[in-house]
C-alpha cells in the first residue's frame, strides 16, 4: 500500500501538529516515511527539492516561535534566502513541521488537517490531541 502511494512526512515528535499530522496519515491506513529531521538534518539539495515542489522561498517555512530566528537576525526582511538556508542547515529546527510528500504534492501541514488535502484516502474521522473533531 504505502509502495503504491509514498508518503514521507519530515516531523518533529515534540511538535503537537506534526503528531497530529502523522497520526491522521496512520487513520487513513498509510505506513509513511518518518523524518525525524531534527535528528538527521536537511542537505541542501533536500530542501531545495522540497521548495521547489511547494512553490515556496526558504522565508516562507522558517519557523520562527521557539527557535533561535530572531536571535540570528533571521527576522528581518531583508535577510536573503541564503542565508536562511545555511541557517537551516545548521540548525535543522528553523525549518516548520510537518512538511509532508505524497503523489498528490508537497506542503507544509499547518494546520495539521491540510495533510488530508494530500492523501488519496481520509480516515473516516479524527479527533485531534487536544479534543478537535475534524470533519471529513
Not at 516562507?60 to 528581518?76: C, F, H, N, S, V
Not at 545555511?86 to 528553523?94: K, R, S, T, V, W
Not at 504534492?105 to 494530500?118: D, I, M, N, Q, Y
Request: proline share 9%.
Amino acid at each position: 500500500m504505502t509502495d503504491l502511494f509514498p508518503i514521507t512526512i519530515y516531523h518533529n515528535p515534540d511538535c503537537g501538529t506534526s503528531r497530529n499530522a502523522l497520526a491522521m496519515i496512520e487513520a487513513a491506513g498509510y505506513a509513511p516515511t518518518v523524518v525525524e529531521y531534527r535528528k538527521v538534518g536537511w542537505t541542501r539539495p533536500l530542501l531545495g527539492e522540497l521548495l521547489t515542489a511547494m512553490g515556496a522561498r526558504p522565508r516562507d517555512i522558517m519557523r520562527e516561535k521557539g527557535t533561535p530566528a530572531a536571535g540570528l537576525g533571521l527576522i528581518d526582511p531583508g535577510v536573503s534566502d541564503e542565508t536562511i538556508i545555511e541557517a537551516m542547515l545548521a540548525q535543522p529546527i528553523l525549518v516548520n513541521r510537518p512538511i509532508v510528500v505524497t503523489p498528490k504534492g508537497t506542503k507544509l501541514c499547518r494546520p495539521s488537517e491540510v495533510v488530508l488535502e494530500l492523501l488519496e484516502r481520509k480516515p473516516e474521522s479524527f479527533v485531534k490531541e487536544d479534543g478537535e473533531v475534524v470533519r471529513l
